[in-house]
Nanobody, 117 residues
Framework: QVRVVESGGGLVQPGGSLRLSCTAS????????MGWYRQAPGKQRELVAV???????NIADSVKGRFTISRNNAEKTVYLQMNRLKPEDTAVYYC???????????WGQGTQVTVSS
């Protein structure tokens, strides 16, 4: 089994920064990609950033230049550095870990990010 654990959310003022962390555990799971999605109130869940084991990175246009995704610990842990936060970034942020087997897709519980003055 695989467990995905997130942390780092909180309340910040516009222009502030937060760093989200996510770790996936489980040795029988070969990770293809890890990334972040978010869901704002009244909106559908959307992709924020993903990073594959091959090094490919995909970041949503809405956060390019402000957010950075990084990976270490043999693709077991990913981070999302969020800078210059805007109120529109307010959402629950979910971490996902995907295996090479398409049946293997795991999600964290979500962490709340609130950007407000």
């Amino acid at each position: 089994q695989v467990r995905v654990v997130e942390s780092g959310g909180g309340l910040v003022q516009p222009g502030g920064s937060l760093r989200l962390s996510c770790t996936a555990s489980g040795s029988k799971f070969s990770i293809y990609a890890m990334g972040w999605y978010r869901q704002a109130p009244g909106k559908q869940r959307e992709l924020v950033a993903v990073k594959t084991s091959a090094g490919t990175t995909n970041i949503a246009d809405s956060v390019k230049g402000r957010f950075t995704i990084s990976r270490n610990n043999a693709e077991k842990t990913v981070y999302l550095q969020m800078n210059r936060l805007k109120p529109e970034d307010t959402a629950v942020y979910y971490c996902t870990a995907v295996g090479y087997d398409p049946r293997e897709e795991y999600w964290g519980q979500g962490t709340q990010v609130t950007v407000s003055s």
